[in-house]
């Protein structure tokens, strides 16, 4: 008979599929291996969730049967829970009574342990658990024999609740504290990386009552299970208990917080849920207290009377019932409402009609800190132009209300007047103001602004309730409109990005390139664009495109007219001086006259019609080379912060894009008088990399076949992504121009691909699909593309590509890895994964270094000439590589190679 099995399970989720490899193979003339992986899984599982480490899985073999134990050293007993079929928790025993022929709980010296047993092969009737598994009698076993220096226990009386009612709301609480615990294991919450605040939360609801949370929950299964209609509730604990129950009820209260605002997938407690959990912990802290400090223990108000007390603190609605439909009306209208705008006017109309206000504004907060009137309704335009956007920290009532999250009533002028000065003298008769912020959680994202008649009661208390309903519900409305219209811009952006790659790829010339990413911009991303370039003390334009055609070309004639000094004191100019982008949002008169040179470069620039800009310098690898103006004018629309970022990722990949293009006329106009124009332009694409790459150091090396060859499309490239940095070698099928030109879109699309797409295979999948549009029927590349990540961890994909050698330690090893299909045929390449240790190196080549042959005609062993990789410092291990190759195979090799070095060096 084979000898028991023992593991010891580390804490936390990945316990589960550790179990599951450890059981597979043990069961070779045992039970049912997918029963035995099932019945291992949930027990395993249910003590991950409600037990305490450290914890052991035990398999022991015998005659026609495997019993399956899982210990660990907590107290909390497991339940078998109602059916339910909205519960995300509460099924795992079920199934094992199901797979098992018997299962229990048995008490060990340090807690429990969760046993089951499976038969061999035999078909087995569902089993309850059995004797040494009445959890009932093994709790009343535990409460009776106290650890020496244990706490004393305490009995609460509680006395009678619907058992409907508690079972549902430990069923709703065991959903919340399943997700919560999966959150604290993954450690993200809500989508984002868990605060300490989270985790804090997290660790109260999950473990801090779990002993109390699962008495309750045991009396409440067992009085409907033998379908009593109330529960008495009768808990014995001890007087620390009192101080968890507080945190407890606290922590519950902003997880629901967290729950109405979609961080978890569970929904907010109902409200009779959140009346029995206020009365039940209220009730039990009171009473373990008392009884702490000798006194007897009160008697609890009835959970009926709590409900009475609660229905009667909400009767004050019955008189805002009209105020409610109103709302209703408005709340549809906004459901209905898709972008910003709609949800302005819907509430601005409704607020004149319903409330009698003579003017409304719905003031939305950007991001750069300016409040913006979204909508307008009533009043003189001419009057409340001034007021159409403001900075947070001007002196008027709507900033102060957003500042402080607190809504404002101004009765009549003089308070108007006496509190806010820069609104002295706006209103020629009597009126009255009231403001109310629009608040998601703990953060003003606007204000709703409306003005009264002199007389009217805004300071009812149902008046001001409505506002402030009104205001939550735009204040949703508006939250979810503007993140509709965030993904929209995403996708746009994406889509963009897209484009952006075959645009900048598609040609060396340098004007056609800058003419194409001003196309690019206009009408998408502006209403006019502007490139331009540093020549001697000038910038000089080389791409300008506008929305409208007439404009263009008026726009053309200003500038030939009035050039921008490289030494101007704001715009492009400053720009290119600085490296540092500029947004205004919206543009003042004052800066036009500050840009200015005369009166006529003003009319000029006040023709433009310029609402918003934004000036992005163009960085290349030498510096800056000049600038992209990019303007709205009569589209309405505005620049904000959240377009900084990706237009300055934009003006990037057109800075490497003009700069390689530049660099290509000018070395083509230096080949005159040279035999290989390939190889000048191949040396134009592959500029220098930088010497690092956040943890990963850099080297690359290129080297020609000979001086009168023309060279083939060897390349390399590294990008730098979400702070992992990923590598490129290829080699194109073919010689000359054409395998230049080649290089060149693979270039494209790797810098543009690497930068936006997440796994390595559709990076690899990307650039193959726009590749296909560039080559003949019968060309390919070669590729292989590393991702060295801020850990260590790496990741290879190879189409095709000789595979890359790792050192470490002193010794070189090749990678193995799936060779794929090369880029041009198709290639959806698998990834092979690792990790570097500190000073390791990834070396990855071109077939120029496994093809080169020593003077017999016989190929060189790469081992031979790739030692320096592994044993040279990091500066000369290429060089190193070079030199070796030639000592070997001569000075003149028989074809192009390229050396790309990547060491992980974090800090």
Request: hydrophobic share 45%; aromatic share 4%; with cysteine.
């Amino acid at each position: 008979m084979p000898a028991p099995s023992k593991l010891a399970l580390k804490a936390g989720l990945e316990a589960v599929p550790c179990a599951r490899r450890f059981v597979r193979g043990l069961a070779a003339d045992g039970p049912d291996p997918y029963d035995l992986e099932l019945v291992v899984t949930e027990l395993v599982t249910n003590a991950v969730l409600y037990g305490e480490p450290p914890m052991w899985l035990r398999v022991v073999p015998d005659v026609g049967r495997t019993r399956v134990e899982v210990a660990d050293t907590g107290r909390t007993m497991p339940q078998m829970a109602l059916p339910r079929t909205d519960s995300m928790t509460g099924r795992g025993l079920g199934l094992v009574a199901t797979l098992a022929q018997r299962w229990g709980v048995r008490r060990t010296k340090q807690g429990k342990a969760v046993w089951a047993e499976l038969a061999h092969g035999a078909i087995h009737q569902p089993a309850g658990p059995t004797s040494d598994g009445d959890i009932n009698k093994l709790l009343e076993l535990w409460a009776d024999a106290l650890e020496p220096g244990a706490e004393p226990l305490y009995t609460v009386r509680l006395g009678a609740v619907p058992t409907d009612l508690l079972v549902d709301a430990k069923a709703h609480i065991d959903n919340v504290v399943r997700e919560l615990t999966l959150a604290r294991e993954d450690g993200r919450f809500g989508g984002a990386e868990a605060t300490a605040a989270v985790a804090k939360l997290i660790d109260t609801v999950t473990n801090s009552f779990a002993d109390a949370r699962s008495e309750i929950k045991r009396q409440a299964v067992a009085a409907a299970r033998r379908g009593d209609a109330e529960t008495d509730l009768v808990l014995h604990l001890p007087a620390s208990t009192a101080e968890a129950a507080e945190a407890y009820m606290a922590a519950l209260d902003d997880t629901d917080l967290h729950a109405r605002a979609a961080r978890l997938l569970t929904l907010a407690t109902p409200p009779a849920h959140r009346v029995f959990r206020r009365w039940y912990l209220t009730a039990l802290v009171e009473q373990l207290r008392a009884q702490a400090a000798g006194l007897p223990a009160p008697l609890p108000t009835s959970f009926a009377q709590a409900l009475a007390d609660e229905v009667s603190s909400l009767a004050h609605m019955r008189d805002a019932w009209n105020r409610l439909q109103l709302l209703e009306k408005v709340t549809g209208e906004l459901t209905g409402a898709s972008t910003v705008e709609q949800i302005g006017r819907a509430v601005a109309h409704n607020a004149v009609e319903m409330l009698g206000a003579l003017v409304v504004r719905v003031y939305s907060l950007g991001d750069d800190g300016v409040l913006r009137a979204i909508s307008a309704h009533g009043g003189s335009p001419e009057l409340y132009a001034q007021f159409d956007s403001f900075s947070l920290d001007e002196d008027y009532p709507a900033c102060q209300v957003v500042r402080t999250r607190k809504a404002m009533v101004l009765r009549n002028r003089a308070e108007i007047d006496a509190g806010f000065p820069p609104l002295a003298g706006v209103y020629p008769v009597e009126r009255s103001l009231h403001l109310v912020p629009l608040t998601v959680g703990d953060r003003a994202i606007g204000c709703l602004a409306l003005t009264f008649p002199a007389g009217s009661d805004i300071e009812d208390a149902s008046e001001q309730s409505f506002l402030a309903a009104l205001a939550d519900a735009v204040a949703q409305a508006l939250q979810r409109a503007t993140a509709m219209e965030t993904l929209a811009d995403a996708n746009e952006r994406l889509s963009f990005l897209a484009d952006a790659s075959v645009a900048l790829a598609a040609s060396l010339d340098f004007r056609a390139t800058a003419d194409a990413v001003a196309s690019l911009m206009v009408p998408r991303l502006a209403d006019m664009c502007v490139l331009s370039v540093l020549e001697g003390d000038h910038l000089v334009p080389v791409a300008l495109r506008h929305a409208d055609a007439e404009r263009e070309q008026w726009a053309r004639e200003m500038g030939r007219r009035f050039p921008t000094s490289a030494a101007g004191p704001a715009g492009s100019a400053r720009a290119v001086r600085t490296g540092r982008s500029e947004l205004v949002a919206d543009v003042p008169p004052v800066l036009l006259e500050q840009a200015a040179v005369d009166d006529e470069h003003l009319a000029a620039l006040q023709g433009i019609g310029m609402k918003s800009g934004l000036v992005v310098p163009l960085v290349g690898r030498s510096g800056a080379i000049g600038a992209m103006t990019l303007l709205y004018t009569n589209s309405g629309r505005r620049y904000r912060s959240t377009d900084l970022a990706f237009v300055e990722d934009v003006a990037r990949r057109a800075s490497l894009a003009l700069e390689t293009a530049r660099a290509f006329e000018v070395q083509s106009e230096r080949l005159a008088n040279v035999t290989s124009i390939a190889q000048v332009a191949q040396h134009a694409i592959l500029a220098p990399l930088p010497p690092r790459l956040g943890p990963v150091r850099l080297s690359a090396r290129y080297s020609s076949a000979t001086a009168e060859a023309q060279v083939g499309g060897d390349l390399y490239e590294v990008v730098e992504r979400a702070g992992s940095t990923r590598l490129l070698i290829g080699d194109v099928r073919g010689k000359g121009l054409t395998a230049v030109r080649t290089a060149t879109v693979v270039l494209g699309e790797f810098r543009a691909a690497a930068a936006d797409v997440d796994a390595l295979p559709a990076v690899a999948a990307q650039i193959d699909r726009r590749l296909r549009s560039y080559i003949e029927a019968e060309d390919f590349v070669t590729a292989l593309i590393a991702e060295i990540g801020p850990d260590g961890r790496y990741q290879v994909v190879c189409c095709g590509h000789p595979p890359a050698l790792v050192a470490h330690a002193g010794r070189l090893g090749a990678l193995e890895v799936d060779p794929g299909v090369p880029l041009g045929l198709g290639s959806v390449p698998r990834t092979s994964r690792g990790r570097l240790a500190p000073g390791d190196r990834l070396f990855l080549y071109t077939d120029g270094v496994i093809e080169a042959r020593d003077a017999s005609g016989g190929f060189i062993a790469l081992d031979d000439v790739a030692q320096p990789v592994a044993l040279a410092p990091f500066d000369q291990a290429l060089d190193g590589v070079l030199a070796a190759l030639r000592s070997a195979a001569g000075p003149q090799l028989g074809d192009d190679l390229a050396l790309l070095l990547a060491e992980y060096a974090p800090g």
